[in-house]
């Protein structure tokens, strides 16, 4: 019903969102990521609503709260756009909400169960729009938006947070355990992760970039044609950090191999 949106027209930060969302049913991955951050909310102490990992950081409530919040207004973008409204939609300044939120009086429960209130509204906004309101496009914040890109925008922003409570936060079980990516998805990670990503998207278009993540070790190899043989041996043996490390090396001594390795694509 939403398959994955092949827009390069939405923000690079949206993509970026609906990157992290695995192949598959978005709704089903929304009811069951309801479920899951129930289950993790759950397990806290009341005391840890209060929790920062560092002085002028979010709160463990703040973040949550900021989740409900960004889901709430994603859902009535969506929802306006659905509805023919043609008007550039308001954007979404998440330091002057968060400012102005009541997190610091808001237990752990309370959130838990607004999350999953606003998570069924979700899943009933999303389930009743029919094939046309899940075509139309509109305009957020001066930017493209869509209807089809809203959830999978919703849980990879829940998804991205989840995953930033587990590594900084100390929150155990917090982020999402997904099956093994294909080896270009892993590679693609890493290339993000060690600062590639703008130098990969700034030259491949999006169906490209998609082609790459959905690619197993052979297809990887396959996207690389004119590639210097080392590098493909490269592909076929050591796993992505250290291919991606590879480049990385490669963007560090001189361009011209970054563009052989990087960009020499069918």
Known sequence: MYPRPADDALPAFLRAYMDEVPDGDVLAMLAEQ???VGAVLGALSPERASHRYAPGKWSIARVVQHVVDGERLFCYRALCIARGDT???PGFDENAYAEHDGS????????????????RATLTLFGGFDAAARARRGTANGRPASVAAM??????????HLRILQERYGVAGAAEVAPEAPFGRQLYDELRSQGLLSVLTARLDYAAIQRLKQ?????????FPNAEYAFRARLRRDDARDVAAAMVEARRRSDQALMVMLFAMT
């Not at 610091?104 to 998570?119: K, N, Q, Y």
């Not at 690619?215 to 996207?223: K, N, S």
Request: glycine share 10%.
């Open 151 to 160: 959830p999978w925008i919703i849980a990879g922003h829940e998804r991205h």
């Open 34 to 36: 309801g479920r899951h």
């Open 87 to 89: 008007q550039s939609l």
């Open 215 to 223: 690619a197993d070790r052979e297809g990887v190899v396959a996207l």
């Open 104 to 119: 610091g009086a808001r237990t752990l429960d309370s959130l838990s169960a607004e999350h999953a209130a606003v998570r």
